[in-house]
């Protein structure tokens, strides 16, 4: 079945480093592949997606490239902020079937930056 | 603010007991989801609604059941509650049941059973 593998963290980096964070999934067919971030105490909100190969989806200074071969979604972002600081989510939606409106979340990375 | 609203905010109650957790779409949106998210599983898929029809299952044990009502909210009952029940609930909404559309996620309910 459909899975997303994130690396889990937590990553604590000082303000104005770059992150990235692995994302890679398995799905058959042409999954969309979106990025969600958690801030404590709220519900998810949609960061950025992408919806086929060789996509680039973006938003607030990140990034993430739909990579078909490689099956992956990294996020990249080459200045963090403190406000950055949340638990981010990668996530994919099958595009096919009867689950098609699902979507199925990595496990989350924890991202600390510090001043 | 998302637009979906969810309540309680906060749940605490005992083993054995049975709760029911609201969820209010963003206006225009047909399409409800329920997750839950926990230390152990992670965020998963329960079940999802589309205009007061089921329409996907995902991993929601035969304790918790779900429906939506014709004004399009929609609720989660947890019956028999156990300890590993204790989790963050979500609910969100979408245009669509398919397709590329946004999720919109609610602030969740915590489910605490003691």
């Known amino acids: 079945g459909n899975s997303v593998t994130q690396m889990e963290g937590p990553v604590t980096l000082s303000e104005e480093a770059f992150l990235t964070i692995n994302c890679t999934y398995t799905?058959?067919?042409?999954?969309?592949l979106f990025w969600y971030v958690q801030y404590p105490g709220e519900g998810l909100q949609l960061l950025l997606k992408a919806t086929k190969a060789d996509d680039k989806g973006s938003n607030k200074g990140f990034e993430a490239t739909y990579r078909k071969e490689t099956t992956s979604f990294h996020l990249e972002k080459g200045s963090v902020q403190v406000s950055d600081s949340a638990v981010y989510f990668c996530?994919?939606?099958?595009?096919?079937?009867?689950?098609?409106?699902?979507?199925?979340f990595g496990k989350g990375t924890k991202l600390s930056v510090k001043p | 603010d998302s637009g979906v609203t969810q309540t309680p905010k906060h749940l605490i109650t005992a083993t054995g007991q049975r709760v029911t957790l609201r969820c209010s779409p963003r206006?225009?949106?047909?399409?409800v989801y329920w997750y839950q998210q926990s230390l152990d599983q992670g965020l998963q898929f329960l079940i999802q609604y589309y205009n007061g029809e089921e329409r996907a299952k995902g991993n929601i044990l035969e304790r918790f059941s779900a429906q939506q009502f014709p004004d399009l909210h929609s609720e989660l009952n947890l019956s028999s509650l156990e300890l590993g029940d204790s989790a963050l609930y979500f609910c969100?909404?979408?245009?669509?049941?398919?397709?590329?559309?946004?999720?919109?996620f609610g602030p969740g309910t915590r489910l605490t059973v003691t």
């Open positions: 206006s225009g949106d047909l399409s």
């Open positions: 996530a994919l939606r099958g595009n096919y079937g009867g689950s098609q409106g699902n979507l199925i």
């Open positions: 799905a058959t067919g042409y999954p969309s």
């Open positions: 969100a909404s979408s245009v669509s049941p398919t397709g590329t559309y946004e999720q919109y």
